[in-house]
């Protein structure tokens, strides 16, 4: 008499390429993996990759409409074997992978364009002087830099500001009120979504109607400010050095990322001025070479465009010192 055999278990099995894309998918928290309700917990590591490595095996033209964004040139390239006419849906992914990685070109070119301009106005020492990137954040400055001047580094600072027709408390100052009107409107948002989804008029309601507390925050974050500046924590002559390159990268990174506000951008995201055109001809050969190399790259785990500025950026926040000088500043 035949025995009958244990059903085998199902495995998903996947290539080391597939494998490294969603271990880069997962650790990128601005991946959404699934739509969550208010106050629901966010997914764990393995749950984030068990919903991306269904998705990949149900459809991979679903894996790039929903992931596609987030993965770099060397990543979509593995989607090209899936636009023969082979397989399914291959025409729909062949376009959206052109799409996408046409739009991944585009962000390429312009984080190329803005880190040129980057180092030709940090040679120029105009824009990202000490005084012009205190003036745009001087309340990031006065955590990382000013409050541990000496008596003798701060006149030395404040002579040169007032040569330019305004004092440093004014810069200060005024941080602190655009800081208070974006508190501000934060809360007033988050008194309109509470008042959509939530059908309590209670005590709660009347709190959030009252801009008494709201204004007491304020009053609070001044107070913080200034006790800030009267106890400065004791650091060394090398956790100073550490917390300015702290300020100055973040500065760096903030015009980078598109974040100074009172910056025309396009003036370099659509110059071709700031292209290299020995870069662009190696470019060009490195595609050439892209799908023999590709699985390589990805493999180890690194992206062909990193840059110095990157690998500056990623030891320095790194450093142990300035992980713990970052955490008491958020306590002070």
Known sequence: METEEAPKEVTITVSSNIDNIIRTLVANEEVVFKSQQRGEAEPSESEK??????????????????????????????????????????????????????????????????????????????????????????????????????????????????????????????????????????????????????????????????????????????????????????????ERLLLRQEFVTTMYQNFLDGKDEAFDYSDVDDSAVYDNVEEIEHDAEDRYFDSEEAAEVIGDGHQSSEDELDIYMNALNQHPAVCDLAHNMTRL
């Not at 593995?78 to 739009?103: M, Q």
């Not at 803005?114 to 012009?132: C, D, G, H, T, W």
């Not at 040169?160 to 027709?165: D, R």
């Not at 979504?193 to 309590?200: I, W």
């Open 49 to 238: 990759t068990d919903i991306a490595l269904r998705c990949y095996e149900n459809s991979k033209l679903n894996f790039l409409i929903k992931f596609g964004k987030h993965l770099d040139r060397n990543q979509l390239s593995h989607f090209d074997r899936f636009t023969a006419e082979s397989e399914p849906n291959w025409e729909e992914t062949g376009i959206v992978l052109a799409e996408l990685t046409k739009k991944n070109s585009r962000q390429l070119e312009v984080k190329n364009r803005r880190y040129k301009a980057l180092q030709q106005m940090i040679k120029e020492n105009a824009y990202f002087s000490e005084i012009e990137m205190m003036k745009r954040n001087p309340l990031l400055y006065e955590q990382l830099v000013g409050q541990y001047l000496t008596a003798d580094e701060k006149r030395e600072r404040d002579k040169y500001v007032m040569e330019k027709g305004v004092t440093f408390v004014k810069i200060l100052m005024e941080g602190i009120e655009r800081d208070n009107a974006e508190h501000w409107m934060k809360l007033q948002q988050q008194k309109e979504d509470n008042k959509m989804e939530e059908s309590e008029s209670s005590d709660e309601d009347a709190e959030l109607a009252t801009g008494n507390v709201r204004w007491g925050e304020f009053e609070e974050d001044k107070m913080a400010v200034t006790k800030s500046k009267k106890r400065s924590p004791m650091v060394t002559a090398q």
